[in-house]
């Protein structure tokens, strides 16, 4: 059992998710106390967002001293960021069951420059704090003047849930991201044609070619359902454009007219905006691209 310190009184999502990720961390084996005692602090495991010291090697993890704990990039660190660097690894392979160790390692990172980040941010007033940001609603959970009868300690505990279960969902969402870049970087790799990339499953894909630098890419295909779709690559992340849009004669086009204009006997539809067109079959959906970028030398 791991027995764990933090203040009491008022609580921030710094120490709201720093225990949180204790929890993940020690698969729920944490007895906490919320307290300013100092002999209760001495006698602890791990003392977080309280005590005025940071160190690594003792499990001290308060940032509030005027020396404070930065970032490598000289970003303020809080509670939350200073269990996640120490205890964030063990944290994501207690709630992700099958977890390579070059996988944890990019799950640990992205989670920690995502969610992590932000609440150390928020935390030390280097974001502007909004009614809707996700730190605004933990610190929501704390009893307001109105309500004498809610529990401090309830009260915390009822956003540690809230949190631990936003955390398992980011976790899950960086595992499948590095999942899919994975796919997408062994589907371009077997590409008979670098600017055309295949994927025998639906995973989502434009993080991915830009992360892995794939500037040749510009169309991926993938199943959708019981079809296959052709989506045109953006130039930028979050681009509304495309590197090469579909020919403009087939924007618009649908079923017997798309197949009239393209050859493709199963071909279906082509949006107007020209950024994603389909057809019934992998070969379908994959002679649409060969079309599209017939025009162009292969480079």
């Not at 005692?37 to 308060?62: I, K, Q, S, T």
């Not at 950024?275 to 691209?289: I, P, Q, T, Y």
Request: overall charge negative; charged content about 20%; proline content about 5%.
């Amino acid at each position: 059992m791991l027995r764990a310190v933090t203040h009491n009184g008022t609580f921030h999502a710094d120490d709201v998710f720093a225990y949180a990720i204790l929890k993940a961390a020690a698969a729920g084996q944490v007895e906490l106390v919320r307290t300013r005692d100092a002999a209760l602090m001495a006698a602890a495991d791990v003392v977080f967002d309280v005590g005025g010291a940071y160190d690594r090697e003792a499990r001290r993890y308060d940032h509030h001293m005027r020396d404070k704990p930065l970032r490598a990039n000289g970003e303020p660190f809080s509670s939350a960021g200073l269990v996640w660097r120490d205890f964030g690894a063990a944290a994501v392979g207690n709630l992700l069951s099958v977890v390579s160790p070059d996988s944890l390692d990019r799950i640990v990172a992205m989670v920690d420059a995502t969610l992590v980040r932000d609440v150390d941010l928020m935390d030390n007033g280097a974001m502007t704090p909004t009614p809707g940001h996700f730190s605004t609603v933990i610190e929501a959970f704390n009893p307001t003047f109105t309500e004498d009868g809610r529990e401090e300690n309830g009260a915390f505990l009822q956003a540690v849930d809230v949190a631990s279960a936003v955390l398992a969902r980011v976790c899950a969402q960086a595992n499948a991201a590095v999942l899919a870049e994975r796919t997408v970087a062994e589907a371009a790799n077997a590409a008979n044609d670098p600017r055309i990339v295949v994927l025998d499953i639906r995973v989502p894909w434009e993080d991915a070619v830009f992360d892995l630098e794939l500037g040749l890419v510009l169309y991926v295909i993938r199943p959708a359902g019981s079809a296959w779709t052709c989506s045109a690559v953006p130039p930028a992340r979050g681009s509304f454009d495309q590197r090469l849009p579909l020919p403009d004669a087939w924007g618009g086009l649908r079923d017997e007219e798309l197949v009239a204009a393209t050859g493709v006997p199963d071909a279906t539809f082509c949006h107007p905006a020209r950024f994603v067109c389909g057809a019934k079959s992998r070969d379908g959906a994959v002679a649409l691209a060969r079309i599209a970028v017939s025009s162009l030398p292969l480079r």
